[in-house]
Structure formats: C-alpha cells, structure tokens
C-alpha cells in the first residue's frame, strides 16, 4: 500500500507562527517579499485552477508590500528570553482577520532591561579615563552616551524581550511577515520616561477563519457550465479539416460576379459614430483597417451579420451601411454604439480547390492514405481538446461557485501577497514575450505600478484568494490526502522543467507549490464526484 502525504493540511496560502525580530533599534519598513517564477510543468498542470501560486525561483526584487518589522534579528533570536515578572496581554479582535495585542510591560521588566543596556554600554563604551571593560560609574557613563541614546537602547531591548512572550497568545495563527507595532516610538519614550513601564500595541494578521453559507454548502452543489460551440470535438474536427483542405488551393480572380459565401475579398473598412448632427460624427479607429483579407466563411467571426452587409459587393465598388455594435461586443465602449461603415472593395478571389477524396489524404495530414482516416485522427484530437477544455471550464465554474459561499475576513497582508504573486507572473509573462526597455521594466517594477494593479484587480484578487480559502477548508474537512508517491513524481518532473528551461530552483518552494497543485486537484475531484453538473452549449 502507498504511503499518504499526512502533514497537517494547509489553506493554498502559506503561513507561518510569525518570526519575531530580536534587536529592534526601531520600528521600520523593509521590502518583504520577491516576484517568484513556477514551474512550466506545474503551470500547465494548473491552468486552470486559480488557486495556483507562482513560487519558485526568486527573480528581480519588486518592493510592492512594506511590512513593519523590528530591526535584524541576532543569531539568539529563537530563545525567548525569561522575564523577571509576567507582562500583561489584552487580546482584541479587529476587522479582516486582525488582532490588537495591547502590551502591558511592568516596572521591574523594564529596570532589568535598563541595567542589561547599562552593562552593555559599559563593556563597549570607550570613555576618557577609564580602560575599556572597566566598571564606570553610571552617571559618568550616561553622561557620555547620553540619556536620549541610553532610553532608546532600553526600549528596544524592552521590544526585543517582550515581543516574543506578547506574540505567544496568536502563535500558529499569525500570518508570516505581518506584526506590526502600531504604536510610535515616541509615544513609547513618553510613557517610560513618566512612568519607567511600558505600553504598546501590536497589530498581527491571523489565518481567517472560514464560513460557508449555507453550512456544508459545498457538498452537494448544482454547477452549470457553459461550453463554447466552438470546442465542440466534431465542429473543430470540421472546421480544421476544412482549413487544411483550403490550404491546398488556389485564389482565382473574381471578374463578372459580386462577393459569395466562400470568397475571399481584401477590404479597406472605415466606421464612424452616427450623430444627429451629422458634422459631429467621429471616427472609430479600432473598427478602421486597409488592406484587411475577409474570408467569407469566417464572416460572423469579423462583425455578427457584417457578411449579409457586403454580400455582393464587386471588385473596386464601394459599399455604406448602418450598425449597431452588439451589447455583448468585446470593447465595453462600442457596446450599443451606432455606426456608419464603410467598406471598399479592392480586390476579390474565390477558391479553386482539388477535389477532397483519398488522393490528397496525405497532402491534408501526413501519413494518412484516406480521407476518412484523416477525419478518425482529427476528431480524436478534438476529442481531447473538447474534453480538456471542457474540464477546465468545469474547475473554473465549481470555483466560482465555492467564492461565493464563504465568508472571509480577509487580512491585507493576504491579499498583497496573492496580488504580488498575480502580478509577478505576469510581469514575468510580459518579460518572455516582450524585450523591455531599462525604463519600462524599472516602471513596471515600481510599487506605483503595482499598487495600481493591487487597485484594480482588487476584486479578482480577492475572489482568488477567497477561492484558496475554501479549498484548503474542504481539504482539512473532508481529510483528504495526497499519496506521497505522486508527490515524488510531480517535484522530479517539475525540477526536470526548471532544468530543460535553465531556471534556478528552490527544491523545498518546489516540493510545497507541487503539494499545493496536488491538494486543490484532490479537493475539485471530489466536488466533481458530489456534484450535479449541467452542460449546456452556448
């Protein structure tokens, strides 16, 4: 019998109990994270499941999300240190899945803090007149460091000591790089300085918690999915075979006859808007195009009913007609619109074909000695086309579905991490097909930019993330598991990718992003298995 993966299941966000800094000198900012490349293999794998991170390898540095951090940590930052006298935690829950520790630090912590700097100061401090190491009296010492250097050093070793105890309450639930000390250093100086105690609040994002609506919602959904005619396994299978049979033939000039289904024209097209006032029309410039080559059969593809339009349209002859863009027109700003369109007719040609029989098989598709054997190859290729695309829109209806059944206070740190890793992959998408100027990559790698996308995309992000949520959730609740045998294969032929492509690679990032693919498969396999699902064609 095969081993099972049983590590403690994870949501498809990863966090950590939060890594808490040693020595804060102050509080400050520092860029947290890296864009992260995937493996082409897993991309893939993955296409269609948004809950996909991109995670290995490290590339170019965007510093999009600042998080505030105490200052670096010691080698010692691990131990928690021991206290002369307890610290007092209020725990008080804010909204988007945070949580205020309000920190109470005793007179006696802070003194024994104070006498720690003080015997620090005195083993470093080189003061005129006594040898380095040498016991200095204190008022002598504070005098030459200074008393404003002496209380911020004794601050932050308050920090340092009573962080880790102060975060102890949230631990295993605080998301990784999100402690923040809200209060202001100088704030903290005023009450040590009045009082010799301390208070500060910390602001900590925690893992969410999930809630479905209707409870156990998941179990027993009813998902329709609309397919595309157009991945029909036996139109496609049709339509290429007709494509490669056209390839075959020849364009003939037409010469005593107007435009037919079958033709092929080269068009100039021009539109504008259709005012009352007919001085204020203005042109459409993403509807305007010279030279462009109409092929008939692919009429309702160019414009819906543009064909019946221009039907019998001869060579050099002009032809003017009004339109109405359809509601569901790609470009948002033309839905609706009405327009006059022009189209000029400069040149027209109809296909001379061979006759489609056995003696071109092999001309259609190489190696085949029948047309009817190159029908029986296409059509199974389309098969599988259909039944992958088929697939995918399937996963992408069920996730869609899952988003809006959870509730979810959402923590920021969350969302600029799944928004980071969204527009990190397609930076890297635009940097494999695109050569960047030095200028355009340092505009698009400025926090601007991806803030502006952060904005943007605010509601895609946020239904993603709400999607791993739910994931994960049904993961953990239905103790599904994921056979480590399959784990192995999949890291080795990941990391066979990152090799071929000559990528850097984390194996350990690798193995995670790997165990992650694998675990929301498992979990839409099985929404699949308890699902009433329709297909309809569209």
């Given at each position: 019998m095969?081993a099972c993966?049983?590590a403690t299941?994870?949501t ?16 400050f900012l520092?860029?947290s994270r890296?864009?992260?490349q995937q493996?082409?293999?897993l991309?893939?794998r993955?296409s269609?499941r948004q809950?996909?991170h991109p ?5 170019r540095?965007?510093p999009?999300r600042f998080a505030?951090?105490a200052?670096?940590a010691t080698?010692?930052s691990?131990?928690i240190?021991k ?7 209020t725990?008080t829950?804010?909204?988007?899945s945070r ?8 007179a006696?912590?802070?003194d024994?803090c104070y006498?720690?700097v003080i ?7 080189k003061v005129p007149?006594f040898?380095?190491?040498?016991n200095?009296?204190?008022?002598i010492?504070i ?9 911020k ?6 920090l ?6 102060a ?10 790089d999100?402690v923040?000390?809200s209060?202001?250093?100088?704030e903290?100086?005023?009450t040590?300085?009045?009082m ?7 602001i900590v994002?925690v ?6 609506n209707?409870?156990g919602g998941?179990?027993n959904?009813k998902i ?5 005619k ?16 056209k ?8 010469t005593e006859?107007g435009l037919e289904?079958g033709?092929?024209?080269i068009l ?8 009352q ?6 042109a459409i ?7 462009f080559?109409?092929?008939t059969?692919?009429g309702?593809?160019?414009l ?6 221009i ?6 002859e002009s ?5 109405v863009?359809?509601?569901s ?9 009405r327009?006059q369109f022009?189209?000029?007719c400069?040149?027209?040609f109809?296909?001379?074909l061979p006759?489609l ?6 001309k ?5 000695s029948?047309?009817?054997q190159?029908?029986e190859?296409l059509l199974?290729k389309?098969?599988e086309?259909e039944?992958?695309?088929?697939d ?15 509730e979810?206070?959402?923590p920021?740190?969350l969302f600029?991490e799944?928004?980071r890793q969204?527009y ?6 635009i ?5 960047l100027?030095e200028q ?13 996308f952060?904005q943007?995309q605010r509601e895609n ?9 739910a ?6 609740r239905e103790?599904?598991?994921v056979?480590?045998d ?7 032929n ?10 850097d690679?984390?194996e ?7 165990q992650?693919?694998l675990?929301g498969?498992k979990?839409l396999e099985?929404?699949?298995e308890?699902a ?5 064609t569209?």
């Open positions: 095969e993966c049983t299941p994870r498809f966000f990863r966090f950590n109990p939060a890594q808490i800094p040693a020595s804060p000198s102050s509080v520092k860029p890296n864009i992260q493996s082409p293999l991309a893939a993955a269609s809950f996909l995670r290995p390898d490290c590339r540095t965007i999009t505030a951090s200052a670096p080698a010692d691990a131990a240190d206290l002369p006298a307890d610290i007092q935690v725990e829950p804010e909204p988007n949580v205020r520790l309000s920190v109470e630090v005793p006696l912590v802070c024994d006498k720690r015997s620090e100061f005195m083993k470093q401090a007149g040898r380095p190491g040498k200095v009296p204190e008022n010492l005098s030459y460091v200074g008393k404003d250097a002496v209380k050093a004794t601050i932050e070793s308050i340092k000591r009573t962080l880790p105890h975060m102890s309450s949230v631990s295993g639930r605080a998301l990784e999100s923040r000390i209060t202001k250093f100088p903290m100086e005023s040590y300085s009045s010799k105690s301390l208070r500060y609040d910390v994002d893992a969410p918690e999930v809630k479905w209707p409870e998941y179990k959904l329709v999915v609309e397919i595309d157009e991945i029909d396994a036996q139109t496609a299978a049709e339509h290429e075979l007709r494509r490669r049979h390839a075959l033939g020849a364009l003939r000039i037409v006859r289904v033709d092929v024209a100039d097209i021009s539109a504008t808007t259709i005012e006032d007919e001085s204020a029309a203005q410039p993403s509807a305007e195009s010279k030279g080559q109409f092929d059969e692919d309702d593809k160019v819906p009913d543009f064909l019946n339009s039907t019998g349209i001869k060579r050099g032809k003017s007609f009004p339109y863009f359809p509601d027109w790609e470009q948002e700003n033309l839905r609706g619109l327009a022009t189209v000029d400069k040149e027209l109809y296909r001379d006759e029989n056995d003696s071109i098989a092999d259609i598709l190489s190696g085949c029948t047309i009817e190159v029908k190859i199974e389309f098969l086309v039944q992958t695309a088929k995918q829109a399937t996963d992408n209806a069920i996730l869609d579905q899952l988003h809006r059944m959870v979810v206070g959402i920021p740190s600029e799944q928004g969204l990190g992959a397609q930076l890297l998408q940097q494999a097909n695109t050569k100027s355009q990559l340092a505009y698009l790698s400025s926090s601007k930019a991806v803030n502006e952060l943007n992000i946020t239904s993603i993330i709400k999607q791993n949520l994931v994960g959730d049904i993961y953990k103790n599904l598991q056979l480590t399959e784990v192995v294969k999949e890291v080795e990941s990391i066979s990718e990152f090799k071929r492509h000559d990528q690679y984390d350990e990032r690798v193995k995670g992003q790997v992650e693919v675990e498969s979990v099985w929404l699949k308890h009433e699902i329709q297909y309809i569209k």
